[in-house]
């Protein structure tokens, strides 16, 4: 069956602009996460759903960083007034349930965001 | 989640086993391990995971030791494919729902 899908693959952007990312986790997985991840080190953790709800934000960086999971599918993370420092690879995850022992994530490929 | 350690990188023939260790010194009793592996350009993909009891898959065979400070994935006949990222991480669901990749160990499959 399909995958974690996200999109786009790659985003180019300008220092300032506004930024969005698209995650459309595995059909049927009520646990969905993101993780960023800069070159050289492995994924960092930013905000886990459960169902539409963020059950953990600590992990955004600052209030530039918002994600929404509306209808409890697909989620968007959204970056304000990029900076330079906000480049790097921005992977989604989903798993069936959280709150479990077993915490199997599947990640999609992520989308590399480059800000000039 | 407690911290893990494993070497920067190793190295591996092709066809032969190969073994990635990883110490977990202060691991505590309820904390799983777990092993994901990144394939260049590609996300973090799961591997396998034990608490106490040596595991094995379709894909490798985790060996962890009896008092839980370490363990060891085995792959056992490394293909080119097998080159990756491979993190270790101690884990459990305490309302945690994160998981806390360190740095990993480079595999290259040489062959």
């Known amino acids: 069956g399909a995958g974690v899908s996200q999109t786009p693959s790659n985003k180019v952007t300008e220092k300032g602009k506004y930024v969005e990312l698209r995650c459309d986790p595995i059909s049927g997985h009520t646990a969905l996460y993101w993780y960023r991840q800069s070159l050289g080190q492995g994924p960092e953790f930013l905000i886990y759903f459960q169902g539409t709800g963020a059950a953990d934000d600590s992990g955004l960086p600052n209030d530039r960083f918002f994600a929404v999971r509306p209808e409890g599918s697909v989620s968007t993370l959204k970056i304000q007034r990029t900076e330079r420092g906000d480049s790097a690879v921005y992977l989604c995850?989903?798993?069936?349930?959280?709150?479990?022992?077993?915490?199997?994530?599947?990640f999609g490929a992520g989308t590399r965001l480059s800000v000039l | 989640d407690a911290k893990t350690t494993q070497p920067t990188s190793m190295d591996c023939a092709e066809g032969r086993a190969a073994n990635l260790p990883c110490n977990h010194s202060t691991i505590s009793g309820n904390e799983y391990v777990y092993w994901y592996r990144q394939i260049h350009s590609q996300g973090p993909q799961y591997i396998i995971h034990g608490l106490k009891n040596n595991e094995t898959n379709e894909m490798a065979s985790l060996i962890i030791t009896e008092d839980r400070k370490s363990s060891t994935l085995i792959l056992p006949h490394a293909t080119l494919r097998d080159t990756a990222v491979y993190y270790c991480i101690a884990w459990i669901n305490f309302g945690n729902e994160k998981l806390t990749f360190g740095t990993g160990t480079r595999l290259t499959i040489i062959p």
């Open positions: 995850a989903s798993s069936p349930t959280g709150g479990l022992a077993k915490n199997i994530q599947y």
